[in-house]
């Protein structure tokens, strides 16, 4: 999810500087939507690093067990899904077939190809995570029953 929405911050960041500088927006509609998206990849590397370092610290944060990460997991699927499915209905310029290898459109496409990643991705890790808590795999042995483990 890190590396997923590491690239999807820097393009999206790209973009919208870029359509900024330019004023060359296709929409007031595209344009919300790639801000959207850049405010869906900060949640995710922000909150991805954050799991990471609990897991590699070891403390016993009150964020670090399962209901949080079960949660944030939810809200991150639910965030994706509405950003990719939308932004799949409003960019413009299909699989981008006469377009230069390096183009707007492109990059467009590769935006929303990243976002339905992502979605893929932690709707995955939601899932592993359920399974993994339902199971009762943090019950067995010494240790804490907790998220870090799993994010």
């Known amino acids: 999810m890190l590396l997923a ?3 999807e911050l820097g393009l999206t960041a790209f973009l919208v500087n870029a359509g900024n500088t330019h004023g060359t927006w296709p ?3 595209y344009h919300a939507l790639l801000l959207f998206i850049l405010f869906n990849a900060t949640w995710t590397v922000v909150f991805t690093v954050a799991y990471m370092l609990w897991l590699v610290d070891g403390a016993k944060h009150i964020l670090a067990n399962i209901a949080s990460s ?3 997991l939810s809200v991150t699927v ?3 899904g509405v950003s990719a499915g939308v932004f799949h209905h409003t960019r413009t310029g299909g699989n981008c077939p006469t377009s230069a290898s390096i183009s707007r459109c492109r990059q467009s496409l590769t935006v929303e190809a990243l976002a339905w990643t992502e ?3 932690a709707a995955l890790a939601l ?3 359920c399974v993994w808590a339902g199971r009762g795999e943090g019950r ?3 240790g804490v029953w907790d998220s870090r483990r799993m994010v």
Do not use: K
């Open 119 to 121: 979605l893929g991705v």
């Open 140 to 142: 067995r042995g010494p």
């Open 78 to 80: 639910v965030l994706w």
């Open 70 to 72: 079960i949660f944030w």
């Open 127 to 129: 899932l592993f995570t």
């Open 27 to 29: 929409s007031p509609r």
């Open 5 to 7: 929405g590491v690239a």
